[in-house]
């Protein structure tokens, strides 16, 4: 029952570089449906965990499995196929294509083959009514013709979440979402992100502990590479080693 309920499970994880564990021995279960915090101070490892989970990087050690299958063993491609996507950086995005154009790029390559039936049929509508659908969930129904360069930076990672639905994701991987935006821009984008989140699951590194409080279900906290407490934001909140090693001490 365990498994069914947790769609990514990652057992005995270790990245060791040049002698040095960025992770080590890292057990994680996400459970199906739910918005997932990965935290902990700079150096914590939260990045090599991303970067494992989606294939990016190989693991010295350690298995991973998505909805029952073992990926260990897939590439990034294989594992965004079967809907275990990480998001787009805004350095993925073209900055002289509108938002709409943008998102349709996202589509296509989602779409493979069957877009390129479509093309021959020259019926691009469902393309530009699926990605309009798209920008609207995310708030950006109005920039739709907006060169992405021309965003202000809280739009680009509006548009950046739209650009990963397009891939239909069934996890979602967001590497700080609200990385570098000041007030203004972090309620829409939690709100966003948990729009988004309906009928799949969100796995994120955010360093913002409001948002986390607001936003996440379940909570990792790593330090040096290894799961130092874990439980919903009151229980990690409260945990005095999470308290010590956010202070610093
Ligand atoms: P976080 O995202 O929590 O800040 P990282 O996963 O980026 O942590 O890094 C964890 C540790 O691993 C850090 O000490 C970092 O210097 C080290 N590290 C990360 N990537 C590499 C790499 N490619 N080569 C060597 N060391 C790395």
Redesign the pocket.
């Known amino acids: 029952a365990q498994d069914a309920d947790n769609v990514l499970v990652a057992e005995g994880l270790t990245k060791v ?2 002698g ?1 564990a ?1 992770v080590k021995d890292v057990n994680l279960a996400v459970r199906r449906g739910s918005i997932h915090a990965l935290i ?1 101070p ?8 991303f970067n494992l989970l989606t294939k990016t990087l190989a693991p010295t050690s350690g298995k991973i499995v998505f909805d029952g299958e073992d990926i260990s063993s897939l590439r990034t491609s294989q594992v965004a196929r079967r809907g275990l996507v990480r998001s787009f950086q805004i350095s993925a995005t073209f900055p002289n294509l509108t938002a709409r154009e943008n998102v349709r790029v996202a589509l296509q390559s989602s779409y493979g083959t069957a877009y390129q039936f479509w093309r021959s049929l020259r019926a691009v509508a469902p393309l530009n009514s699926r990605a309009d659908e798209l920008l609207e969930q995310v708030g950006l129904a109005n920039s739709r013709d907006t060169p992405a360069a021309e965003l202000s930076y809280g739009k680009k990672r509006a548009l950046e979440i739209a650009t990963t639905l397009a891939l239909e994701p069934r996890v979602m991987l967001l590497d700080e979402p609200t990385a570098g935006m000041g007030h203004e821009d972090i309620e829409p984008i939690t709100d966003l992100i948990r729009r988004a989140a309906v009928g799949r699951t969100v796995l994120l ?1 955010e360093h913002n502990l409001s948002v986390v409080s607001t936003l996440c279900d379940k909570i990792t906290v ?1 330090q040096h ?1 290894q799961v130092l407490a874990e439980g919903n934001y009151a229980e990690v909140s409260n945990n005095p080693a999470v308290v010590t090693a956010y202070m610093g001490g």
Not at 42 to 49: H, I, M, Q, V
Request: aromatic share 12%; net charge positive.
């Open positions: 570089f040049a040095f960025a902990g700079n150096g914590a490892g939260k990045t090599t965990c590194v790593l590479g």
